[in-house]
């Protein structure tokens, strides 16, 4: 089972950290993971991935430097670390997973990505 279930978001103060975390029984060596956010009126962002065995990690250039996102194929999960949160970083994140294999810069795009999970909110306040 490849559908996806994160946890882990709140309400925190710009300048804070919170960490999400996903799992999925099927998580395994032979799946991509990202995670996505997106905001009411815009389209879906991706923020961050990792290729299947973690040797391949990309960021969006708007958190690069303050996530960092882990996946452990033992336990069938994929964290994302957040420090120094931006009111601007307020959005519902979600986790994705697919078998695709996207390269590159692709696997920041949402259509590589064919398994979603429900999403949690996280909304930084100044």
């Known amino acids: 089972q490849l559908q996806p279930v994160e946890s882990g978001g709140g309400s925190v103060q710009a300048g804070g950290s919170l960490n999400l975390s996903c799992t999925a029984p099927a998580i395994n060596t032979a799946v991509d993971m990202a995670w996505f956010r997106q905001v009411p009126g815009r389209e879906r962002e991706g923020v961050a991935a990792?290729?299947?065995?973690?040797?391949?990690?990309i960021y969006a250039d708007s958190v690069e430097g303050r996530f960092t996102v882990s996946k452990d194929n033992n336990k069938n999960t994929l964290d994302l670390q957040m420090i120094n949160l931006q009111v601007e970083d307020t959005a519902m994140y979600y986790c994705?997973?697919?078998?695709?294999?996207?390269?590159?810069?692709?696997?920041?795009?949402?259509?590589?990505?064919?398994?979603w999970g429900q999403g949690t909110q996280v909304t930084v306040f100044s």
């Open positions: 990792t290729s299947a065995q973690n040797h391949f990690t």
């Open positions: 994705a997973a697919t078998t695709s294999r996207p390269v590159g810069r692709e696997r920041l795009s949402p259509a590589q990505y064919n398994f």
